[in-house]
């Protein structure tokens, strides 16, 4: 078992892709493999899965009102 990483930034930003559900099969295969032999990112991984929970646990999920989100689009509009 690998005791350092040398691609954690990486395989950080697989993982985020991964708990978020926006991978591919290939990545997902991928991650399932590097964690058989990559402590660091088992760690890594555990720790992303746990805050993503937590976060998720802790936050109310509400709808915007209408005004604000036409607000928020002209606003960006701006910038296009």
């Known amino acids: ?9 990486d395989c ?6 991964i ?6 099969e290939q ?8 964690l058989h032999t990559c ?5 890594m991984y555990n720790l992303e899965k ?3 929970q ?6 109310e999920k509400k709808c915007c009102p209408e005004q604000l989100i036409a607000s928020i689009k ?3 509009s701006q910038f296009s």
């Open 1 to 9: 078992m690998k005791e350092h990483c040398d691609h954690q930034v």
């Open 12 to 17: 950080l930003k697989m993982i985020q892709v």
């Open 19 to 24: 708990l978020d559900g926006q991978a591919t």
């Open 27 to 34: 990545q997902i295969e991928r991650l399932r493999n590097n």
């Open 39 to 43: 402590q660091p990112c088992i760690q």
């Open 50 to 52: 746990e805050i993503k």
């Open 54 to 59: 937590l976060l998720n646990g802790k936050m």
């Open 74 to 76: 002209a606003r960006i």
